[in-house]
Nanobody, 111 residues
Framework: QVTVVESGGGLAQPGGSLRLSCTVSGGAVDSYTMGWFRRAPGKEREFLAQVSKNGDPYYRATFQGRVIISRDSARNTVDLQIHNLEPEDTAVYYC?????WGQGTQVTISS
């Protein structure tokens, strides 16, 4: 059984950076298209970035230049770095391996 677990959330300050990690168990991260999404309070879940099976990253245009997705096959993780944090980045961040979702990790941006 494949499971997806996000980590690295918490409280961060505006203007700072955050690194979220997605760990896959029961499967290899390079066997899936791995994606990061988020759901802000009162909003629909939205796509941020993904890395394909062959390692190609793809970013939603809105986040291009502010987020970086990276895959570590040895650790079986996919990380998401978010820079220049804004209060509007407050959300639950989700990782998806193929069609399998994690439970999410809460990120709160506040001074």
């Amino acid at each position: 059984q494949v499971t997806v677990v996000e980590s690295g959330g918490g409280l961060a300050q505006p203007g700072g950076s955050l690194r979220l990690s997605c760990t896959v168990s029961g499967g290899a991260v390079d066997s899936y298209t791995m994606g990061w999404f988020r759901r802000a309070p009162g909003k629909e879940r939205e796509f941020l970035a993904q890395v394909s099976k062959n390692g190609d990253p793809y970013y939603r245009a809105t986040f291009q230049g502010r987020v970086i997705i990276s895959r570590d096959s040895a650790r079986n993780t996919v990380d998401l770095q978010i820079h220049n944090l804004e209060p509007e980045d407050t959300a639950v961040y989700y990782c998806k391996a193929g069609t399998i979702w994690g439970q999410g990790t809460q990120v709160t941006i506040s001074s």
